[in-house]
């Protein structure tokens, strides 16, 4: 059984990927602690609140599976860091894969959330 094999640059990473967990990170604390706060009725705030939780349980496994990545191309990470020009794709493993995927999905998920709000 062959296991499908997927890529990211090392620039996304750096400058894509990490500022959208810190983002979706502060959002998630500050924003939906804002709808919980303000929630008129019982259902809304028990609605909020359970967003609040699984947003952080997701954030909490991407972070681990991408802690994995970090450590695992460090040094090419910080490359791209020092030089745009030296970005190569990485290889992800299937958690990365996960992880990557489940970032990008949270982050749209949350932006739209968001903006449904205001």
Known sequence: MSQAVTNISAYEV???????LNTMKKEVSTTLKVLVDASK???????YE???????LELMMIRLNLEHLLNRYQSE??????????????TLDAH????VESAKALYQRLQALTQAEQ
């Open 96 to 99: 990365e894969t996960t992880a």
């Open 77 to 90: 990470l910080e490359a791209v860091t020092q030089d745009k020009r030296q970005d190569i794709y990485l």
């Open 41 to 47: 009725t019982a259902e809304h705030k028990a609605r």
């Open 50 to 56: 359970s967003l609040q939780s699984e947003f952080e």
């Open 14 to 20: 750096v400058y894509d990927l990490v500022p959208k």
